[in-house]
């Protein structure tokens, strides 16, 4: 197979298996929007990132994008930059315009180094020339994912926590921790925003994709959870605003 096969029909585990992805490396929790208008691709890449354990949301044109963008909590954007209705260069500058700091990686078909320079002044943290390797596309994403939160390191601490994002592992005064998925995404959401507050709304936003039914009350179980697992006073609630975690960092 060669690098090309995510372009082709070829199913998705095929393309996965294709291209070296092997279900270890993805951060498990993290919500990526996918900006693309070939539905093919857009589809290739979706399973790919969902089966990495991302929460996945689409767009297959500029508006819908924007809109999505400006709507709903990403933390990283995917963004092709031939789409219908809007440009995605346009859309990446009245995203940064508005304030809204989201990693964002350009795609483009077109190699050439104009639209690179372009993407990176308008606002894009990084940028992949299609067509690309799958498990390049994932080291970048995490990267700029990494780097988003402020963290060099792999690796997030807070107190005797630890949590390994590329291995979906967490461990207790170096005890391993036993999680559920969704339990996981709280906490590695929790520990990505050490130090502030974030809302029962806001971890619902990113725990849940947009398809999917929401019901915040879940939150609140999870957190509970996790309290249990780690300690009723790992994770601090801040009345009427919502949870927080390392308020001393
Ligand atoms: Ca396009």
Known sequence: MNRNSIRSGARSADVQAALGYNGSGADPD?????VEDEALLAGQLADALRQGGYVVDCAADGERAEFLGQTE???????????????????????????????????????SWHEKVQGIDGGADDYMAKPFRMEELLARLRGVIRRAAGQVTPSLRAGAVCLDPRLSKVTLDGTPVKLTSHEFRVLSYLMHHSGRVVSQGELTEHIYSQTFDRDSNTVEVFIARLRRKLGASFIETVRGLGYRIGADA
Do not use: S
């Open 30 to 34: 993290m919500r990526v929007l996918v």
């Open 73 to 111: 909590q990403y933390d990283a954007v995917l963004l092709d930059l031939g789409l219908p209705r809007l440009d995605g260069l346009t859309v990446l500058r009245r995203w940064r315009d508005a304030g809204l700091a989201m990693p964002v990686i350009i795609l483009t078909a077109r190699d």
